[in-house]
């Protein structure tokens, strides 16, 4: 009775493993890092994860997912100092396709946790390695995964989506100059709502209401893709409330104020050499441009 009970219990066991691999999509085996897995997406207990994939990781057992699964756990629970740390400390040990994914999980805790400098510095760095070609390990497309869904992402796409987050770095500083040019450079390759919609605030920021208003207008009139998301909506709607507002005022009169400035900048050209706007950035990748816009 005992055999057969044992027998019969085992089938039952594996099934339930069986579903589990596939449900959750975690590969199969009884190492450090199978059972990190079981306990992140199927035991919920991200403490028990964290432990078992730093296991993982002096084990040898796949260093690659392991180290960037427990950052992202660790980030989850408001660890994000340590999971920076963490990165810094074992990325060593991990191949060489894995540095740039390992990039990508660092500038979204950098973010998180405020560290704009560091966040800067780094993206600056992918953006290079796009212009020397060492993006993607040298392909031109790479595999990416949302919601649990794969999809690929061209080189273009994704010069445009580091510069949209560049220029939300320096939104966050507070340079709306270096802000608009990167995000300017960002729609010539890869225009899109969200992005239009932060330029526009840029040049808010700097007082050039016409030229923000242009902005806007491409994204109210749906020319742009993402425009007619519910959020790219929302936002346009508060922005241009914004603008209306700033030029609701009686004394002000566009045409002058261009005028003012215009002169204001022609006195302040004979005191200083003309500066260019251009982030050095820029100069670096410049001569990459055709083929990014391919």
Known sequence: MKNNNSNSC???KTEKQEAYHEIHNFPHGDGPYVRAKYFQLVEKDPEAAIVLFRKAINAGDRVDSALKDMAVVMKQQD?????????????????????????????????NCGKLDEQIELLKKKLRMIGQGEAF???????????GKKFQV????????????????????RNY????????????IDSDANKACNLCHCLIKQERYVEARSVLD??????????DDPKSRGRSEELLKELETLCASPSFDLSLEDAFIGGIDQLMNKWNPIRTRRLPIFEEILSYRDQLAC
């Open 10 to 12: 085992s089938p039952r």
């Open 218 to 227: 491409e994204v109210m009139q749906g020319k742009l893709p993402g425009s």
């Open 137 to 147: 390990n040298g392909k031109p497309t790479k595999t990416a995964r949302s919601h």
């Open 177 to 188: 100059t270096a802000a608009e040019v990167v995000y300017r450079k960002a729609q010539q």
């Open 79 to 111: 660890r994000a100092e340590e999971a920076i740390e963490a990165i810094k400390s074992f990325r060593d040990r991990c191949s060489k396709n894995a540095q740039e994914s390992l990039d990508n999980v660092l500038i979204d805790l950098y973010k």
């Open 154 to 173: 061209t080189i273009k796409q994704e010069t445009s989506r580091i510069l949209g987050n560049l220029g939300w770095a320096y939104m966050q500083q």
